[in-house]
């Protein structure tokens, strides 16, 4: 809640604020994500902004009400850099995708009618996978976007909650719940408990320490930070 910080190579800090009353809630950053212009993309809960290194310029992008192709919602709970000059937007009303050269954005919403359509539209997490899909963490199930036919795949949306997804470096995706931490495998195209049942997970992150690629877990029980 105290602004973009900034940590330069001689250990000084830079604060760099959206807002000047820096008790305002546009202040605090809740998910940053780096393109590949060196950009960063800051999620809040009034709107997505773009930040400049070079400029030290803040753009906002927030809903506007009629706008059909701008922000969702100003909720913006994830982010992940999609191919050229695109970004996909997590929010509280969808996903959406965004032209980061014309400031469009695509949305993506549940329908209850298409059972190609996202399986909810709370969403809590992004991750790019191998093969031209999308794998998007929703408040009830996992999905799979094919980015050729824009077709959602549903998995496990049975009121499970996915908080984390995670493609390792050996190509394994993994995902966690609260009821437990999944791991997909691709031959069958499904998803199947790994370890212990009823322990929620939160966190997943490869360890590259170790030659065997292990990956760490953050529960209700256990805290590996």
Known sequence: DKGLMHKASDNTLQTFNIDKNTSSKSTAFTFIEKDNENKLWLATVSGLYRFDPGSK????YHHQTGGVNSLISD????LKKGGAGKLWVGTNKGLDLMD???GMFTHFRNNIKDTTSISNND????ENGKNNDLWVGTHNGLNKLDEKTMHFKRYLANNLHFHFVLNDSLGNLWAASDISLFKYDKNKD????????????????EDHRSEEHTSELQSRQYLVC
């Not at 310029?57 to 906002?60: A, L, P, R, V």
């Not at 499904?190 to 992150?205: D, Q, R």
Request: glycine share 6%; net charge positive; charged share 15%.
């Open 123 to 126: 969403i809590y997490v992004i």
């Open 57 to 60: 310029i803040f753009t906002k």
């Open 75 to 78: 909720t913006v709970t994830c």
């Open 100 to 102: 980061t050269k014309t």
């Open 190 to 205: 499904s998803l199947s408990i790994f370890g212990k049942e009823g322990i929620a997970a939160f966190w997943i992150a």
